[in-house]
């Protein structure tokens, strides 16, 4: 049984995180095959759009504590575990960014520490009402902060640091007031809603997502003058690509574009 299950159909790349008695946990493997999957999609151009999701009663626990206990054994105290775990797994985060493809999290019962972080990292993200979330490791002792990471970059800081150091959760509907996922759908909506997202992104040239998807995370960090420079080079290329002149012209003429790409 594979631990990564994946199925694509019509440009859409179905990833599903398939250890459900570990709650999905991101052990040693999982980051492996997710990360390892991610690299092959991003070499797959009739792969348009992902949808990540998780098999059994959650979406993704965060980090699995079994292992890391079992990494606490080594020599040197697990020092040097701890920091190859912490580091495979914001290269995967990243990866999910740097994919050309956009990621759709499509979010269900929880989604905790790493969890919750893998929700926040993922471009888009859809979850079912009663969904769950929180980085919430300050309840064992062990504060969330490399998942901090992705979730002041999606929620207001004030916001962040509660939940922080509380420990506490938060459900889908105040996830979605606050900017962690897109919206909150019916649970037997939830599956249908997101390969409707998925289809719409899917339609559109690959190529100008691809483009703008790496623009979109390049501009966050730039002041607004540099952003908008940056982004007056990228909208240029764009503009120079081929299936773009065809799009245009479609526009013009009223019909449907015929792209290559």
Known sequence: ???????????????????PER??????????????????IAETRSIRAVILSGNGKAFCAGHDLKQMTEGR?????GRGYFADLFNRCASMMARVQSLPQPVIAQVHGIATA????????????????????GVNGVNIGLFCS???????????????????TTGHFIEADRAEALGL?????????????????????????????KIGKQAFYEQLSMTTDAAYAHTGDVMV?????????EGIAAFLDKRDPRWEQ
């Open 1 to 19: 049984m594979a631990i990564l299950e994946r199925k694509v159909t019509d440009g859409v790349a179905h990833l599903t995180m398939n250890a």
């Open 181 to 209: 996922i897109n919206r909150a759908v019916l649970p037997e909506h939830l599956a249908a809603e997101t390969q409707e997202l998925a289809t719409t992104v899917a339609s559109k040239l690959g190529t100008a997502v």
């Open 114 to 133: 790493a969890g919750c972080q893998l929700v926040a990292t993922c471009d888009m993200a859809i979850a079912a009402t009663g969904t769950r979330f």
């Open 23 to 40: 709650l999905n946990a991101l052990s040693d493997e999982m980051i492996l095959a997710l990360h390892t999957t991610l690299d092959d």
């Open 237 to 245: 290329e764009n503009m120079l690509h081929q299936d773009t002149q």
């Open 146 to 164: 490399t998942p901090m990471v992705a979730l002041t970059r999606n929620i207001p800081r004030k916001q962040a640091f509660e939940m922080l």
């Open 73 to 77: 054994q080594k020599p040197d105290g």
